[in-house]
């Protein structure tokens, strides 16, 4: 093998980057199918750079799988995004903005299954960017009473039961078979639990208890 950059053969096989022994320059070591090729810093810095924007758009698409959205409609999108913005746009911010669209599409059709799946997928992507995500995991639990109240008559008797999440806390322990009416569990909001220990991801949910049906 050679130095990419002044062609002094190494005599040796690395197994990590190094500096030319020659012209004292970093290398660094790409996997070409089994062999080894040694490449520039620069090389090196544009595939990673490549990896990573691949790794931003495939996580866009798959974020968006269980919405209805097709593939040529995301790529129309993803190309007006970059186009608007240029060297400024991200995935990340396309995803929010796509993503609060949706919530105004859904709103509109009562779709309260498909908003309480979408405010948990945000909040997700914003724990994995280390910022705040309670208030949308709030309003996902809020979209799963509205679904509960939607899809039960009004002659169905009912309470909701929390359901203490994995791992508990003392907190979310505290709520565990809890019961309210739909009207106090709106009102009151008892779950996600803003001090859940578990990094503040509270997975506490409800279920329905049937009192009684006429």
Not at 43 to 60: G, H, M, V
Not at 125 to 138: D, G, I, P, R, V
Not at 185 to 195: K, T, V, W
Request: glycine share 4%; proline share 4%; net charge positive.
């Amino acid at each position: 093998m050679k130095c990419p950059y002044c062609g002094i053969i190494i005599e040796k096989e690395p197994k990590a980057k190094f500096k030319c022994p020659n012209c004292k320059e970093e290398i660094y070591i790409q996997k070409s199918g089994e062999k080894k090729i040694l490449i520039k810093k620069s090389e090196y810095e544009t595939l990673q750079s490549e990896k990573k924007r691949i790794a931003e758009e495939n996580k866009y698409f798959k974020f968006f799988e269980d919405y209805d959205l097709s593939r040529p409609y995301l790529e129309k999108r993803k190309f007006e995004w970059f186009n608007k913005f240029r060297e400024k746009a991200n995935y990340s911010d396309l995803i929010w903005s796509l993503s609060n669209e949706l919530l105004n599409t859904f709103a509109k059709k009562n779709d309260y299954s498909k908003m309480r799946g979408l405010y948990f997928d945000m909040a997700i992507l914003q724990k994995k960017q280390n910022k705040e995500f309670y208030h949308l995991l709030k309003e996902s639990r809020r979209m799963e009473l509205y679904e509960i109240q939607k899809q039960l008559s009004n002659d169905i008797k009912y309470k909701v039961v929390i359901i203490g999440g994995e791992p508990g806390c003392e907190y979310c322990n505290e709520f565990n078979g809890k019961s309210f009416t739909i009207e106090e569990a709106l009102e009151e909001m008892p779950i996600p639990h803003p001090n859940c220990s578990n990094d503040g991801w509270c997975t506490c949910c409800y279920t329905v208890k049937i009192i009684r049906s006429s």
